[in-house]
C-alpha cells in the first residue's frame, strides 16, 4: 500500500488495501483486518468507490464478528449484500451471502443461515458454490434435518474434488463435510474427511513462511483448531 501512496494511486492503494485485509481474515488475524477494513472503507466511502466500499463492507463484517461482535458483523455483512445488489453485482452478492450464512450459522439462525446459502449458492461459480453447500449443510444439521445436510455436504464435497482446492472457505466446507457424516453415523467416510482435512490443512500451513502467522492460521481459524481438536481424538498428537 505504501508504494501506492508515495505514487499519489489512492485508488490502487485502498483497493489493495481490502486485500491485505482479506489476507489477515485467512490468517486468523481477525482484529488486524478489522482495523485494516475500517479504514478502507472509510477511504472508499470518501472516493465514492462503489465496487471497493462493497468489498469493504463484505470483508470487514466477517472480521468484526470473528473478532467478538457477531451481531455488528452480521449487521455490516448484510448492509454489504444491499449495496451488491443496488450494484447488480452477483459476486459481491454471493460472497456477502455466503458469509452471512456462516455468521448466522454461528449465532443459531439456522432458518435464515438456509436461506443466504441457498441464495449464494444459485449465484455462484464453481469455487464459491463449494462453500455456500457446505454452510447449507451446516445449516440443516442445526435444523435437525440430517438427509438434506447430507445431500448438500456430498455435493460440495464432490465438486471440491472435482476442482481440487478453494480460495475461501476450504477448510470450513471440509469440517462440515466431516461433522455431517459423524452425525449421520457413517463413521468411517467420517473418518477419510477429518483425515483430508488435516492434511490439506497442514499443506497450506506448511506455506506460510512466518511461524507466528502459521500457528495463528493453525489455532486462531475457529475451523482450523476444530479440525486438528478432532482429528487429535482419532489419532496419536501430529509430530
Not at 464478528?65 to 445488489?85: K, P, Q, T, W
Amino acid at each position: 500500500m505504501r508504494e501506492f501512496d508515495r505514487a499519489e494511486d489512492e485508488r490502487q492503494s485502498v483497493t489493495f488495501q481490502t486485500s491485505v485485509g482479506f489476507a489477515h481474515i485467512a490468517l486468523g488475524q481477525y482484529d488486524r483486518a478489522e482495523s485494516i477494513l475500517r479504514d478502507a472503507l472509510a477511504r472508499a466511502e470518501r472516493m465514492n468507490l462503489a465496487l471497493t466500499r462493497a468489498i469493504a463492507k463484505h470483508n470487514l463484517g466477517y472480521a468484526v464478528a470473528l473478532a467478538g461482535d457477531l451481531a455488528e458483523g452480521i449487521g455490516i455483512e448484510r448492509a454489504a449484500i444491499d449495496d451488491a445488489v443496488s450494484q447488480r453485482d452477483r459476486w459481491i452478492e454471493c460472497v456477502s451471502h455466503t458469509y452471512l450464512a456462516a455468521l448466522l450459522n454461528l449465532a443459531s439462525d439456522f432458518d435464515t443461515a438456509l436461506e443466504s446459502a441457498l441464495h449464494a449458492a444459485e449465484l455462484s461459480d464453481g469455487p464459491n458454490r463449494v462453500l455456500a453447500l457446505a454452510l447449507a449443510a451446516r445449516a440443516e444439521l442445526g435444523r435437525g434435518q440430517l438427509d438434506a445436510a447430507v445431500r448438500y455436504a456430498n455435493e460440495s464435497t464432490e465438486l471440491l474434488q472435482t476442482l481440487g482446492s478453494v480460495e475461501d472457505g476450504e477448510g470450513l466446507a471440509r469440517l462440515t463435510a466431516a461433522e455431517v457424516f459423524t452425525a449421520a453415523g457413517d463413521a468411517e467416510r467420517a473418518r477419510s474427511l477429518f483425515l483430508a482435512a488435516r492434511d490439506r490443512l497442514l499443506d497450506r500451513a506448511s506455506k506460510v513462511s512466518d511461524p507466528e502467522l502459521r500457528q495463528s492460521f493453525l489455532y486462531r481459524v475457529p475451523e482450523h483448531a476444530r479440525t486438528l481438536e478432532l482429528c487429535g481424538a482419532l489419532e496419536p498428537p501430529l509430530t
